[in-house]
């Protein structure tokens, strides 16, 4: 996906004017389909009319969708400010073996407990490079990462926002709410619901598509093939182009998840685009942030920051996350 941009400049006592113009090219990838490009553009930061407060959501003045009748009140069980020197296991799973999905991570980054922590108040997901080969479950993983997830489950009409800093490496940072799936049991559709979703680093072996993910705020609902629902994906997309990289500062990423049919995404407090997702998005799922390894963006010979990156470098960060929900006033 290309963004061109084309300006036309005219003598300086006429006005100027800017074209933008974008076309999108679309690399064949058997599991995944890259996202639709928008128009819209990053908000720029002197629209920041308000500071994030931990007593309401985050959004500016010009962009609040507050109904006039209602309040937001925060869901304690689905938010942290991670201002403990602990991890609160009370609230999260980080061990994968427990957290009730038994996924372990793609390889070759394993998912580990061990690299999550709290510390200056954040929560820290650590991204590593084994000096030995891991042999887990048949695998052999070369690197590390990890994923957390909620305890308690997130459901439509909730707003979900965090603030967060990419690590700098071809590893993940995201923010998303994971579904159950049980053919037997139900509920039989596979859901997911990426409300952030980039990598820290791209380079000369990264997927034509995706050359832009290390400045991206980019979402996806997404229903699963399964043999017991449906046998070809399908999912709605957006995203933005963002002017800086995902790792030069902590963004506000939030969702608010209006109805199964309307989600609504911000960026900096800033509605920058809406999905209707090709399903009813009516399941309960889990909070989720996991720090993985992609096929389409392959850790690379170049990819020394493993050894050499300082703390800062090689870690996701999450100064807070918070849920809200509606309550009449």
Same mark, same amino acid.
């Given at each position: 996906?290309?963004?061109?941009?084309?300006?036309?400049?005219?003598?300086?006592?006429?006005?100027?004017?800017?074209?933008?113009?974008?076309?999108?090219?679309?690399?064949?990838?058997? +599991?995944?389909?890259?996202?639709?490009?928008?128009?819209? +553009?990053?908000?720029?930061?002197? #629209?920041?009319?308000?500071?994030?407060?931990?007593?309401?959501?985050?959004?500016?003045?010009?962009?609040?969708?507050?109904?006039?009748?209602?309040?937001? &009140?925060?869901?304690?069980?689905?938010?942290?400010?991670?201002?403990?020197?602990?991890?609160?296991?009370?609230?999260?799973?980080?061990?994968?073996? %427990?957290?009730?999905?038994?996924?372990?991570?793609?390889?070759?980054?394993?998912? #580990?407990?061990?690299?999550?922590?709290?510390?200056?108040?954040?929560? +820290?997901?650590?991204?590593?490079? $084994?000096?030995?080969?891991?042999?887990?479950?048949?695998?052999?993983?070369?690197?590390?990462?990890?994923?957390?997830? /909620?305890?308690?489950?997130?459901?439509?009409?909730?707003?979900?926002?965090?603030?967060?800093?990419?690590?700098?490496?071809?590893?993940?940072?995201?923010?998303?709410?994971?579904?159950?799936?049980?053919?037997?049991?139900?509920?039989?559709?596979?859901?997911?619901?990426?409300?952030?979703?980039?990598?820290?680093?791209?380079?000369?072996?990264?997927?034509? *598509?995706?050359?832009? *993910?290390?400045?991206? $705020?980019?979402?996806? %609902?997404?229903?699963?093939?399964?043999?017991?629902?449906?046998?070809?994906?399908?999912?709605?997309?957006?995203?933005?182009?963002?002017?800086?990289?995902?790792? /030069?500062?902590?963004? &506000?990423?939030?969702?608010?998840?209006?109805?199964?049919?309307?989600?609504?995404? $911000?960026?900096?407090?800033?509605?920058? $685009?809406?999905? %209707?997702?090709?399903?009813?998005?009516?399941?309960?799922?889990?909070?989720?942030?996991?720090?993985?390894?992609?096929?389409? +963006?392959? !850790?690379?010979? #170049?990819?020394? !920051?493993?050894?050499?990156?300082?703390?800062?470098?090689?870690?996701?960060?999450?100064?807070?996350?918070?849920?809200?929900?509606?309550?009449?006033?």
């Amino acid at each position: 996906m290309l963004f061109f941009l084309k300006h036309l400049k005219f003598p300086l006592f006429l006005f100027c004017m800017m074209i933008v113009s974008c076309s999108k090219k679309n690399t064949s990838d058997i +599991n995944f389909i890259p996202p639709p490009s928008t128009e819209e +553009n990053q908000p720029d930061e002197t #629209e920041e009319d308000t500071a994030p407060s931990p007593d309401q959501p985050y959004f500016l003045s010009t962009e609040n969708p507050t109904p006039t009748d209602k309040t937001w &009140v925060k869901v304690e069980t689905l938010s942290d400010e991670f201002n403990s020197t602990t991890f609160d296991d009370d609230k999260w799973h980080r061990n994968p073996a %427990t957290d009730g999905f038994s996924w372990y991570g793609r390889p070759p980054a394993l998912f #580990e407990a061990e690299n999550v922590s709290v510390s200056d108040g954040n929560l +820290n997901v650590t991204t590593v490079k $084994y000096d030995t080969p891991k042999n887990v479950r048949n695998i052999n993983w070369t690197h590390g990462g990890a994923i957390i997830r /909620s305890k308690t489950t997130a459901k439509h009409g909730l707003y979900y926002e965090c603030r967060m800093k990419a690590n700098k490496t071809v590893m993940s940072s995201t923010f998303w709410i994971a579904f159950k799936q049980n053919c037997d049991n139900g509920p039989i559709r596979k859901l997911e619901l990426d409300i952030q979703e980039c990598v820290g680093r791209v380079h000369s072996n990264t997927h034509s *598509w995706a050359s832009g *993910w290390d400045k991206i $705020y980019h979402s996806n %609902t997404i229903r699963h093939n399964r043999s017991c629902d449906i046998g070809e994906e399908t999912r709605a997309s957006g995203s933005i182009k963002l002017t800086e990289t995902n790792n /030069s500062r902590f963004f &506000v990423y939030g969702c608010w998840w209006k109805s199964p049919t309307e989600i609504l995404f $911000y960026l900096d407090g800033k509605h920058v $685009y809406s999905i %209707t997702p090709t399903t009813d998005f009516d399941l309960e799922g889990y909070i989720t942030m996991a720090i993985e390894t992609y096929d389409w +963006n392959p !850790i690379d010979p #170049e990819g020394s !920051i493993f050894e050499t990156g300082s703390f800062d470098d090689l870690t996701t960060k999450y100064d807070w996350v918070r849920t809200w929900k509606l309550e009449d006033k």
